[in-house]
């Protein structure tokens, strides 16, 4: 069995808890209470774990014991002195009413193949469960999981570097920096060969981020677990004073909620520009947060109206740009997330070494006109990005020669309002309706004919008229 029928399987243990009346998010997080138990014993390292809350003594409870049990169980763990086990069970409590169901899910975990989900990876089978439920449009995980595909082709762009600090203001289940972990692996057999010192920094240091929501940040903190990483990884809103701490990073990647503060409310950071717009203030932070040395880096997912707000929206687009030299946006294609009306976009951008007149230029990629409907049923692919990926990456980006691909400079987009809603290709469509004849026209012309053809029908009337008379 390998980890893609183990995910199946497991997720398909749901369908026990719906008399329980369920939700899918609620059973992620019980999953991850018992997963947590289960991979720790898995992976040898339990030891952490009191031994009257192992995995083991867990699968020994039966019926209404189990249930008072495991509700100890989570209230223990929930305040240990152990970093690690507070904040997975912090607050922790369990949503299965009937002790029966609770066994079954339990017996189901444990006669699972381990064996072959450990030969593949224990965090790839996470990531894989975690990818399951976001895909579930009932339950509404989408918000915080970025399409896979779309991940990679940040990290490749943006490359980041063995002793880089990366770093995810808003980091869902931690998937960009996970992402991020493994490009490194993937790059070079250097890096399982580092000195011990840059092997912990790898470790400890180079991969942070915070997470506003608590089940989200279990989550987070699982897979991060399963993923070997051990970096800063903080609940808290990145908004609020908590936040202060993220600053100096190398590299950035993110994909911040959309919306707006409860109420109108203003961040609680010391902003420059005060809004109550979060997708705005994220990117103040984000820009911000990067290191003033010319090579920092991110790549951030926006939605539209980041790039064409008004009145605060452009003074942030005018800072980022003199700030930073933002040489790259993506339109992405509508449908890929959760939310089929929103409309996003990735801007990539560095750090300047001043804080004026960084932006020279804007290269715009529309990936988003004349494209297919994207959905559960036609899924973005690699494939859908090659085009882009290589005007990217060109030495002389002029030499391209793609419709979707142009540029723009610093004085036309001054002019625009420093309006960044820039380089959409003509709609096919829309093209298409341009090029139907004028209704008002078509109509005129349609009664002139008629009317042509009613006077020759009078004129051969009369004409038949004449003919009968003199035939009489």
């Known amino acids: 069995m390998n980890n893609q029928e183990i995910v199946q399987k497991l997720w398909s243990l749901c369908n026990v808890l719906r008399d329980d009346g369920i939700t899918y998010q609620q059973y992620v997080t019980e999953l991850t209470y018992l997963l947590f138990l289960k991979m720790m014993k898995e992976q040898g390292t339990e030891k952490v774990i009191p031994e009257a809350y192992r995995w083991d003594s867990l699968l020994k409870q039966e019926g209404t014991d189990l249930k008072k049990y495991y509700q100890q169980l989570l209230l223990e763990l929930g305040s240990s002195e152990n970093g690690l086990l507070r904040q997975i069970y912090s607050e922790a409590s369990t949503s299965i009413g009937e002790p029966k169901n609770?066994?079954?899910?339990?017996?189901?975990?444990?006669?699972?193949?381990?064996?072959?989900?450990?030969?593949?990876?224990?965090?790839?089978?996470?990531?894989?469960?975690?990818?399951?439920?976001?895909?579930?449009?009932?339950?509404?995980?989408?918000?915080?999981?970025?399409?896979?595909?779309?991940?990679?082709?940040?990290?490749?762009?943006?490359?980041?570097?063995?002793?880089?600090?990366?770093?995810?203001?808003?980091?869902?289940?931690?998937?960009?920096?996970i992402a991020a972990d493994k490009y490194l692996k993937s790059k070079s057999d250097e890096y399982f060969d580092l000195d011990p010192k840059d092997a912990e920094f790898q470790k400890k240091e180079a991969f942070t981020g915070m997470e506003l929501v608590k089940d989200t940040h279990r989550l987070a903190l699982m897979n991060a677990l399963l993923h070997n990483m051990e970096g800063r990884l903080e609940?808290?809103?990145?908004?609020?004073?908590?936040?202060?701490?993220?600053?100096?990073?190398?590299?950035?990647f993110t994909n911040p909620p959309f919306g707006t503060k409860k109420g109108g409310e203003r961040a609680t950071r010391d902003l420059t520009y005060e809004t109550s717009n979060k997708q705005l203030n994220f990117l103040q932070v984000i820009y911000n947060a990067l290191k003033d040395n010319g090579k920092a880096r991110a790549a951030v997912v926006l939605p539209d109206n980041v790039l064409f707000e008004s009145g605060v929206g452009t003074q942030i687009r005018r800072d980022l740009m003199n700030k930073c030299n933002l040489h790259t946006i993506l339109r992405l294609p509508t449908g890929i997330f959760y939310a089929q009306g929103v409309k996003t976009n990735v801007l990539f951008f560095n750090r300047g070494t001043t804080d004026q007149n960084s932006t020279k230029e804007v290269w715009v990629y529309d990936l988003r006109t004349n494209m297919p409907s994207f959905g559960k049923r036609n899924s973005l692919t690699n494939a859908h990005f090659e085009s882009f990926i290589k005007a990217y990456k060109a030495e002389n980006r002029s030499n391209v020669k793609d419709e979707r691909w142009n540029v723009f400079k610093r004085e036309e987009i001054a002019k625009k309002g420093?309006?960044?809603?820039?380089?959409?290709?003509?709609?096919?469509?829309?093209?298409?309706?341009?090029?139907?004849?004028?209704?008002?026209?078509?109509?005129?012309?349609?009664?002139?004919?008629?009317?042509?053809?009613?006077?020759?029908?009078?004129?051969?009337?009369?004409?038949?008229?004449?003919?009968?008379?003199?035939?009489?």
């Open 102 to 177: 609770l066994e079954k899910i339990i017996k189901s975990i444990d006669a699972l193949d381990w064996y072959n989900a450990k030969e593949e990876g224990l965090g790839n089978l996470y990531e894989g469960l975690l990818e399951k439920n976001a895909s579930e449009q009932k339950s509404g995980a989408g918000q915080y999981f970025t399409p896979r595909v779309l991940i990679d082709v940040m990290v490749q762009l943006i490359d980041p570097k063995v002793g880089e600090r990366c770093n995810d203001p808003a980091a869902g289940t931690f998937g960009f920096m």
């Open 235 to 252: 609940q808290g809103d990145s908004l609020s004073t908590n936040g202060d701490w993220l600053k100096n990073f190398d590299v950035i």
């Open 418 to 472: 420093d309006s960044l809603d820039i380089g959409l290709i003509a709609d096919e469509s829309l093209i298409s309706y341009n090029n139907l004849p004028d209704p008002i026209e078509s109509a005129e012309e349609a009664i002139e004919k008629l009317q042509k053809a009613m006077d020759l029908l009078n004129e051969v009337t009369k004409e038949l008229r004449a003919v009968e008379e003199v035939v009489i």
